[in-house]
């Protein structure tokens, strides 16, 4: 098999396997591990301490990049190295909203939902030494911080879904 070959179905499964590991920890973190760390108060946020502390957030925004890095070589290979007419195709319109679907998914995952999760960790650090007229606050920011969250948590896991459908069925439409 010729090392281009090799190359490009290496890139294809990395891709897939990728892109399979970011739906699947968004699908998870969206609909069962944020609203459980919102029912159980501060239980809840030991347990999101730990996960930032763990480096959710790096891992999270190193699959998603490294989907997207993937994804760009993907491309570049169907359309022969980015060839207008090809890119102009139902095919390559379908890889293209796909592409861009997952590009806001991981712009809006690390701009809001990772610094929203390290806001938020950083808060509750600082709760225990912060004067009571302040925890008040606090605990409101945190709260606004979890909605915002979980918002946008839907908003990058329907983003991550036209990604998937528009990239399972590109070469079908």
Do not use: C
């Amino acid at each position: 098999m010729k090392a281009e070959v090799l190359l490009f179905l290496s890139m294809r499964v990395l891709h897939v396997v990728l892109a399979a590991i970011w739906f699947g920890a968004v699908f998870f973190n969206t609909l069962f591990l944020a609203p459980v760390v919102m029912q159980t108060g501060p239980a809840g946020g030991q347990v999101m301490t730990a996960l930032v502390r763990k480096g959710m957030v790096a891992f999270m925004a190193s699959v998603g990049g490294m989907t997207i890095v993937t994804g760009v070589y993907l491309f570049w290979r169907f359309t022969g190295g980015f060839d207008p007419a090809v890119s102009a195709s139902r095919a390559g319109m379908a890889y293209s909203i796909g592409a861009l679907a997952g590009l806001i998914a991981l712009i809006l995952g690390g701009s809001v939902m990772g610094r929203s999760a390290k806001r938020i960790v950083a808060l509750g650090e600082q709760m225990s030494s912060a004067p009571e007229a302040q925890q008040s606050g606090m605990v409101n920011e945190m709260s606004a911080l979890k909605g915002r969250m979980t918002s946008t948590g839907k908003i990058v896991l329907g983003l991550l879904f036209i990604a998937l459908a528009t990239m399972a069925l590109g070469h079908y439409v």
